[in-house]
């Protein structure tokens, strides 16, 4: 049973581009969460999705950032017009249920984004 | 504001050398908490949710503890394989499914 699958593992773009990020949830679960980490710093909470809708996104900066998670496929984390600031490592998170009440979540191993 | 900080930040050891690592938390209905390892490149990795005070749970070299305060990560003579940074996080009564996390503590064991 693969685990939570992101990728790409590495992602460089130049200011102004588009970044996209993937995926794939552990085999089961429902319920995917994004967080983003940057250097020196906690990881803190983006967005939180079942298929097909997005539970909570008070975490997602109001410009140049969304998420998506179809009914088919990875979920989609996307960032329009990367900016020097947003150069950081991204992290997926799966669970089978509502985390807060019995499991942690099972992490993926992240995408790092570089902004030149 | 809700809010949960680790301390020290950072914590080297030799060998064989028991200690503690602390998370103190503020937040407003605490529904669990949360204790992960993270070593650099990859993701973090879950070890224990505790849920209410008085709780306490063990994996191997590894004994966390809860109060209505704080949670306390005991390790009992550390390997250099212990070495990696300890996240906490919490989730509570508002929270639709995200976590607060601490910034964690750098472990280093020296062998």
């Known amino acids: 049973n693969a685990g939570v699958m992101q990728n790409p593992r590495h992602l460089v773009r130049r200011r102004g581009q588009e970044a996209r990020l993937r995926c794939s949830p552990m085999?089961?679960?429902?319920?995917v969460y994004w967080y983003r980490q940057l250097p020196e710093e906690g990881l803190k909470f983006m967005v939180y999705?079942?298929?097909?809708?997005?539970?909570?996104e008070s975490g997602m900066p109001k410009e140049r950032f969304s998420a998506e998670f179809p009914k088919e496929g990875p979920s989609i984390l996307r960032i329009q017009q990367v900016v020097r600031g947003d150069s950081a490592a991204y992290f997926c998170?799966?669970?089978?249920?509502?985390?807060?009440?019995?499991?942690?979540?099972?992490f993926g191993s992240g995408t790092r984004l570089t902004v030149v | 504001e809700d809010q949960v900080t680790q301390s020290p930040e950072a914590l080297r050891l030799q060998e064989g050398e028991s200690s503690s690592l602390n998370c103190s938390y503020t937040?407003?209905?605490?529904?669990?908490l949360f204790w992960y390892r993270q070593d650099p490149g990859k993701g973090p990795e879950f070890l224990f949710t505790l849920y209410s005070a008085g709780e306490e749970k063990e994996k191997e070299r590894l004994k966390a503890t809860l109060t209505k305060k704080e949670s306390f990560l005991h390790i009992t003579a550390p390997k250099p394989e212990d070495s990696a940074t300890y996240l906490c996080?919490?989730?509570?009564?508002?929270?639709?499914?995200?976590?607060?996390f601490g910034k964690g503590t750098k472990l280093s064991v020296k062998p």
């Open positions: 937040v407003s209905g605490l529904r669990g």
């Open positions: 999705l079942q298929k097909e809708n997005i539970i909570d």
């Open positions: 998170a799966s669970s089978p249920q509502f985390a807060g009440t019995l499991h942690g979540y099972t």
């Open positions: 085999k089961g679960h429902s319920h």
């Open positions: 996080a919490v989730s509570w009564g508002g929270s639709q499914g995200n976590l607060i």
